[in-house]
Structures are given as structure tokens and as C-alpha cells.
């Protein structure tokens, strides 16, 4: 063994050591050993996360055994939705199962690249609502802000995938400005959804001047982050982040989860960094078939979110983007899961199951009816468990 190689192996015993989050599980040290020379610093560096995310069929085949229609959906999503994952996300991938919540999250399969007529480029028309470029203006008092094209990691399902992806252009300090003009011109609006792409993987200073500005409107009232990041690059939420997002308070975040398979030890700590530096905290979660489309695992997600001060948010049915059919439930599948969650457990463990309307209008709430009927001043209800029960309104 040579000098270099002892100094290393000392400094990852050490850091083993003293350092929890830099201290690999099993999983994570399997995958880190096919890159070459990379030490548990490296690992626990997101932009070594970042330069290291598996673009190609090469790396992947040695991490897992790919299916048929696994090998031809990273052949051919090229032109649609790059394929991209940080090797901490693939060291989350069962190497044998094809189903793996994970992996159907993050590698093309080739159904993807077949596509149905009720699928659309821009299922929520957000390009048709973009009164500038990177803002879409849909709510009389809050608007989405798309900062950058570029997420850590690029789900299958994205509702986004016609611009996001690597390779396309990153919005530049410039487009920016004539978003944030419009803003200061719309007095109505007081709440600025920041989004992408993920805007975490833009360095804290790109991102500290979005916010600032944002801040310094006087009728925004507080902007907030959607974001994966936290679950696919939880390396990304570094106390130099967490105590620049503290000076802007109030900012509350969105963060988007799949499976309670993503809630690991390391997620875990990167939510209590941010938890801990007084961010709120919700989720949003998209409703795919075979990932979580029955209440136990739904539940389950739910259960561990709340553990880790993620408050429940929204269940999302899944967008007719090009090439989801493999992805869509029926819309019957989501309301019988929240049937099964609503008075069955927390109420905090409850989130808002809506569809974002293709076409444009917005999220829209749907589930059960618990009014049976209504005359007059008189409503019969039913609860969670099938009792009936009647108030009255005020006479
Ligand atoms: C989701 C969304 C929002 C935020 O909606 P809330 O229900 O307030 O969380 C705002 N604008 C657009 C265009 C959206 O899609
Ligand atoms: S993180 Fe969001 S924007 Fe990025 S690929 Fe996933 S769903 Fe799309």
C-alpha cells in the first residue's frame, strides 16, 4: 500500500469516527467504491454529489442489474428527460428488485417514451399563465417563481419535463431582474413560490440574492423553497445554507417525497438542520402506480414524515405529462387512500389530495363526501369509521 492510500484510509477511519453523517451505512460504501479514490469527504460534499451524478448506462449497470426496458429507456429519454442521479439517491436502489420504489423514481424505463392522447407537453398550462419568463402568475396573491432548470436528481414523472434537465439554459441574473420587476409592480402579490428545476442546487449566493430581493418587496409577506433536495442530495443542506435561509425568516419549504424508503438517517439530519433553524416544513408527494398508490405505504410515509417535523401537504394525482401512463392511477386509487387516512390517523398526518387541473386551474381538491345530505338547516354526515350523525345550523 503506498503513502496516499494509508493517509486516506486513516482519514476515513477518523472521520467514521467523529462525524456522524459522514459515517457511510453499508449501501452508501457499496456504491462509493466504484468511484474511483472517493473518500466519505467527498461523499458528504454535494457538489461532488452533483459531479458525480450517474448520466449513463456505464456506471449503472456495474451498481445494479438493469431490466430490458430499463436499457432502452436510458437509451432513448435522452431527448426528452436526461437521466441523473447522485450516487447517494442510487445508493438507495435495490440492485435486484426492478420494482424498487426508488429506482422506478430515477432510471428511464422505455414506456416512457410511448405516449397517450390525454398527455400533454404542459399538463397545467404554466407557460400559458407566464406573464414573464420564470413566473407563472395563476393565484390572485402568490406566484411561482422558476428559478433554474437544474435538479439533482430528475424524476421519471416530472411535471416539468419540458424544461428541466441538463443542458438547457440556466436563467440568467438578467431574466431574473424582469421577474422581479413584476413583482414589485403587482402589489396584490404576497407570497413568492420559489421553484425549478430545484432551486438548491443553486450556490447560497445565487440563492441569497433571489431571496433578498424577494424580501426587500414590502408587500412580500415570505417566500418559500420547493425543493427535492432534501431528499436526494440531503449533503446539500449545509449549516452555511441553513444560517443564510435564518436571516430571511420567515421562509417556509415544500419538500417534495416519494416513499418512506427516502427517509433515511442522513435525510433525517438535513431536516433537522432545517427544522431546527425555524424553516417549516411540508411535503408534497405525487401519486404513482406501484410506488405508493395504497394507503399502508402512504400511511407509512406519512407517519415518518412527521417524525422528522415534515408537516403532510399535498398529495398530488399525477400530472398527464408525455409518457406517464405507466405512472397514472385513477383518480378513485388516491380518494380510497385518503379515506383510509383521515380519522384513521393523525390529523397532521393528513395531507390535501388535489389535481392540478390540465388546462390551468390550479389545484383542486378532491375526496369523499362526508355530508350524506342537507335540507334546510339539517345535514347528515358520515364520519371516518361509517357512523351517521346530524348538526343543525343556527335557526
Ligand atoms: C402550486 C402552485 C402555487 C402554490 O399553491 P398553494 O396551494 O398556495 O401551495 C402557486 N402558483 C402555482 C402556479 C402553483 O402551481
Ligand atoms: S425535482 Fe421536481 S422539477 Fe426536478 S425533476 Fe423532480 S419533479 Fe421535476
Not at 425549478?196 to 423553497?225: A, Q
Request: one cysteine or more.
Amino acid at each position: 500500500m503506498n503513502s496516499i492510500e494509508t493517509v486516506r484510509k486513516e482519514i476515513k477511519a477518523a472521520v467514521t469516527e467523529v462525524h456522524p453523517p459522514v459515517k457511510l451505512t453499508a449501501k452508501e460504501n457499496r456504491v462509493i467504491n466504484f468511484f474511483k479514490d472517493a473518500t466519505p469527504f467527498d461523499w458528504e460534499d454535494w457538489r461532488w454529489q452533483l459531479r458525480y451524478r450517474i448520466t449513463t448506462k456505464d456506471i449503472l449497470e456495474k451498481i445494479i442489474n438493469l431490466t430490458p426496458a430499463e436499457e432502452k429507456g436510458i437509451e432513448g429519454c435522452g431527448n426528452k428527460l436526461t437521466m441523473s442521479i447522485p450516487p447517494y439517491f442510487a445508493s438507495l436502489i435495490d440492485p435486484d428488485n426492478p420494482n424498487c420504489p426508488i429506482r422506478r423514481q430515477c432510471i428511464p424505463q422505455q414506456y416512457e417514451l410511448e405516449t397517450s392522447s390525454e398527455e400533454m407537453v404542459d399538463p397545467c398550462a404554466e407557460e400559458k399563465h407566464s406573464p414573464v419568463h420564470g413566473l407563472v402568475h395563476r393565484y390572485p396573491d402568490r406566484v411561482l417563481f422558476l428559478v433554474n432548470e437544474m435538479c439533482a436528481m430528475y424524476c421519471r414523472y416530472c411535471t416539468r419535463s419540458r424544461m428541466v434537465g441538463d443542458g438547457h439554459r440556466t436563467l440568467s441574473t438578467h431574466t431574473y431582474e424582469a421577474a422581479f420587476e413584476y413583482i414589485r409592480a403587482h402589489k396584490e402579490i404576497r407570497d413568492v413560490l420559489i421553484s425549478g428545476g430545484d432551486p438548491l442546487t443553486l450556490s447560497d449566493r445565487v440563492l441569497e440574492h433571489i431571496i433578498k430581493t424577494l424580501k426587500s418587496i414590502p408587500h412580500v409577506e415570505f417566500v418559500r423553497i420547493g425543493t427535492r433536495i432534501p431528499v436526494t442530495l440531503p449533503q446539500r443542506i449545509t449549516f452555511d445554507l441553513v444560517n443564510m435561509l435564518k436571516k430571511y425568516s420567515p421562509i417556509w419549504m415544500s419538500i417534495h417525497f416519494t416513499h418512506p424508503k427516502e427517509i433515511t438517517k442522513r435525510v433525517k439530519f438535513a431536516c433537522d438542520l432545517l427544522a431546527d433553524s425555524g424553516i417549516p416544513l411540508g411535503s408534497q408527494t405525487v401519486l404513482l402506480k406501484g410506488l405508493n398508490d395504497n394507503a399502508a405505504t402512504m400511511k407509512k410515509l406519512m407517519h415518518e414524515l412527521l417524525k422528522i417535523r415534515v408537516r403532510p401537504y399535498y398529495i398530488y394525482q399525477c400530472d398527464p405529462i408525455l409518457g406517464s401512463k405507466h405512472f397514472r392511477t385513477p383518480v378513485s386509487v388516491g380518494i380510497e387512500i385518503m379515506e383510509k387516512l383521515r380519522g384513521h390517523t393523525t390529523g397532521y398526518a393528513v395531507p390535501t389530495l388535489v389535481i392540478d387541473a390540465p388546462g390551468g386551474g390550479g389545484k383542486i381538491p378532491i375526496g369523499s363526501q362526508y355530508i350524506i345530505s342537507h335540507e334546510e338547516n339539517r345535514y347528515t354526515l358520515r364520519n371516518y369509521a361509517g357512523g351517521q350523525f346530524v348538526y343543525h345550523d343556527p335557526v
